[in-house]
């Protein structure tokens, strides 16, 4: 059974930085694209940030270009999100998806906060 669980969301103030993590099992990891969408309320989901399997290659939202950072670690079967210099319009829930061909897996979400 696939698996994405998310962690690291939580309330920051702007300017602020969090870190988020995707936990991935029940597949083989390092074989799929792996990427960090969000939804903040009444507004589409959107791709935020994405690594490629093999090569590594990166592609971010124009929005967040310069502040955030995703990697990954085949080993721990993980994808992460660095966030800095967070802005209230970065509130949303983020959400981690693996994709490979035709199959694209979600995790439930975590919340990030941006607020004074």
């Known amino acids: 059974e696939v698996q994405l669980v998310e962690s690291g969301g939580g309330l920051v103030q702007p300017g602020g930085s969090l870190r988020l993590s995707c936990v991935a099992s029940?597949?083989?990891?390092?074989?799929?694209?792996m990427n960090w969408y969000r939804q903040a309320p009444g507004k589409e989901r959107e791709l935020v940030a994405g690594?490629?399997?093999?090569?590594?290659?990166?592609n971010y939202a124009d929005s967040v270009k310069g502040r955030f950072t995703i990697s990954r670690d085949n080993v721990k079967n993980t994808v992460y999100l660095q966030m800095n210099s967070l802005r209230p319009e970065d509130t949303a829930v983020y959400l981690c998806?693996?994709?490979?061909?035709?199959?694209?897996?979600w995790g439930q979400g975590t919340q990030v906060t941006v607020s004074s």
């Open positions: 029940g597949f083989t990891f390092s074989n799929y694209a």
């Open positions: 690594i490629d399997p093999a090569s590594g290659r990166t």
């Open positions: 998806n693996a994709k490979r061909l035709w199959v694209s897996s």
